[in-house]
């Protein structure tokens, strides 16, 4: 698996801040140096990207492969990768297959975990599937059907209207301790133009879509460390 520049980056600042620290401590009084080296160390780490975009990307496709949708069905779909931040959940990946970016998120920068199906499966931990009872061709006839999904008027004016049927699944970690407990670190959230080609409330093809989505738990977590 190969890393990004930005990535790499981040490891060395990390590993040159941690070097130097250790020998400060021991033989030199000034504070301030210390805490300095540690604010290096941070600030590398924030400003090179933890998630590499090209690598989920093609995780993503082949994900697509692997749950056994054909290169036809995958032109009426979408999927992406998104992760905790804070109080939020932001799109670390873009749209696969097309490798389009999010208007709705370059807009809001962050989803807010509890609104729309991605936050909803993130808070609850399971996966949710939706699809539209009617083609709405309007935004009032979107509003009453959105708001339910927890997203204000602003926000309905940028969600893709074009999208007839959701699917978001939580991707799980066992908590450290062996606990049992679950802990979730990421939502993979698919959506399509027609639900009649491409039936997300298919029980056989939702088994699918949750059992391979195992596949990028040991991925976000390694791009974490």
Not at 13 to 39: E, K, Q, R
Not at 44 to 50: G, L, S, T
Not at 178 to 195: A, F, I, Q, R, S
Request: hydrophobic fraction near 40%.
């Amino acid at each position: 698996m190969n890393f990004s520049i930005n990535q790499f980056k981040s490891s060395i600042g990390l590993s040159v801040t941690g070097f130097l620290i250790a020998p400060v401590i021991a033989h030199c009084p000034n504070l301030w140096l210390v805490c300095a080296l540690i604010f290096l160390g941070v600030a590398c780490w924030i400003v090179y990207p933890q998630y590499d975009k090209e690598i989920l990307n093609d995780a993503l496709l082949y994900y697509l492969g692997a749950v056994g949708i054909s290169e036809a069905d995958q032109q009426q779909l979408r999927c992406c990768i998104y992760v905790p931040s804070k109080e939020n959940l932001k799109m670390v990946s873009d749209y696969m297959p097309t490798g389009s970016a999010s208007t709705f998120i370059q807009y809001r920068k962050h989803l807010p975990q509890s609104k729309g199906i991605v936050g909803r499966a993130f808070s609850k931990m399971e996966t949710l599937v939706d699809v539209q009872p009617a083609m709405f061709s309007t935004t009032e006839e979107y509003k009453p059907y959105l708001l339910d999904w927890g997203f204000n008027s602003k926000d309905i004016e940028l969600l893709d209207k074009t999208r007839k049927g959701f699917c978001a699944i939580p991707i799980l970690k066992q908590k450290v301790g062996n606990t049992g407990k679950m802990t979730c670190v990421g939502v993979l959230y698919l959506d399509t133009l027609n639900p009649n080609l491409l039936d997300l409330s298919d029980a056989d093809l939702v088994d699918r879509l949750e059992s391979a989505a195992m596949l990028f738990e040991p991925i976000l977590s390694l791009m974490t460390k």
